[in-house]
């Protein structure tokens, strides 16, 4: 987000911040047995919404900050898995509530990592807390914690399923109705300017300024075709869902050969053609991934040489882009890459991180990159 996008997003829910406070109280209040008063727990609460505000509307992620607010809700003495289940619950629904539609789609990314990091807190300090109390519940607790974990990753791939559908949807609507609706008006255009050349039904005068208003019309329709053709690969590249990850790859290289011509890198390729199998989602964020580190190893990297595999394992995903490019100084943690500049590395780390990936980098100045990512099936 710019930073007025987020300043606006601040702004608005923190508008909000009593509202939100209030609903956590109630979804929480029955879930734990604490020894604070009513009053102490609501100012508390209150307080740990403006935390996660903050957090939701900063420019750079604080991991650290959204687990805070997790050990934060255990130190209150709501450590039953229902007090952190329902808090989830909650603030998904209200910090979404009342935002427009590109308010809540920039804001998606950044909820999601911030429950997944409130769990981790609560999680780590309610253990902390169950050992402290009696040594022999930490297995259960730690089994708990393992159910929680994975209920979460699927809440997340969840919420990445229906993004995805809906960037779907978007995609069908640019297609059916504007793209056709800009063509049609193209071809309307180009049956004036025929009429007029044919039957000169305008004195010369009107016909000539007529004529170049309609050419103008037209040149500026192909300019806005040729603008929603490039959204919608971006958004949804063709033959991803009919054809499957290894054949959109195959042709993401082609295009990139035939852009590049006698300047193209030489790329080696190996991908597994059970890609075709993958969910749509996942599927998505890894062609991605491929498009952007392909992008990068070219044009930025100016690489000879470079490898793309893709290897579908039985419990695991695999996708690597090595280069020999010019490489660049890794920053000390992958959180950092926005401030060295990193942008669309910084997009791919979170992108992976959102369907419950790992991914690593590896690069050093004139020594080339290599990226893994891999992310869990089923």
């Not at 809540?104 to 409130?118: D, T």
């Not at 499957?244 to 852009?259: F, I, M, S, T, Y």
Request: with cysteine.
């Amino acid at each position: 987000m710019k930073p007025a996008e987020r300043s606006q997003l601040h702004q608005d829910l923190s508008a909000r911040r009593e509202e939100i406070a209030d609903d956590w109280y109630r979804a929480i209040a029955h879930t734990g047995f604490t020894s604070f008063g009513a009053p102490v727990v609501r100012l508390r609460l209150l307080d740990l919404t403006e935390r996660a505000i903050t957090f939701l509307c900063a420019e750079r992620v604080d991991r650290a900050e959204a687990r805070g607010v997790g050990k934060a809700l255990v130190d209150l003495q709501f450590s039953h898995p229902k007090s952190l289940s329902n808090s989830q619950e909650v603030l998904a629904c209200q910090f979404s509530a009342g935002l427009s539609a590109n308010q809540a789609a920039s804001l998606q990314p950044r909820l999601i990592i911030f429950l997944a990091e409130l769990a981790g807190g609560f999680a780590g300090k309610a253990h902390e807390a169950l050992l402290a109390q009696q040594e022999g519940v930490g297995r259960a607790f730690l089994d708990q914690h393992r159910h929680l974990t994975n209920e979460l990753a699927v809440v997340r791939r969840r919420m990445t399923e229906r993004q995805h559908n809906a960037q779907i949807h978007l995609v069908d609507l640019l297609h059916d109705d504007v793209l056709q609706q800009a063509l049609g008006v193209i071809l309307l255009a180009g049956n004036l300017r025929q009429g007029i050349d044919e039957r000169q039904l305008l004195d010369a005068g009107n016909t000539a300024e007529l004529t170049v208003t309609l050419d103008y019309l037209q040149e500026q329709l192909q300019v806005l075709v040729g603008q929603i053709r490039k959204l919608l690969y971006k958004m949804h590249p063709v033959g991803l869902v009919d054809l499957g990850l290894a054949a959109a790859l195959r042709g993401v290289v082609d295009r990139l050969k035939n852009e590049a011509q006698s300047d193209a890198p030489e790329i080696a390729l190996d991908l597994d053609e059970k890609t075709a199998k993958l969910p749509g989602a996942l599927a998505f964020t890894l062609f991605q991934t491929a498009q952007e580190m392909l992008n990068n190893a070219w044009q930025r990297a100016k690489a000879k040489q470079i490898a793309l595999s893709v290897e579908v394992r039985p419990n695991k995903v695999v996708l690597t882009v090595s280069d020999d490019g010019r490489g660049f100084h890794l920053p000390a943690q992958l959180s950092q890459l926005t401030r060295a500049g990193h942008y669309g590395l910084a997009d791919m780390v979170e992108r992976v991180d959102q369907i419950g990936g790992q991914i690593k980098l590896r690069s050093k100045p004139a020594e080339g990159t290599e990226v893994i990512v891999q992310v869990p099936l089923g």
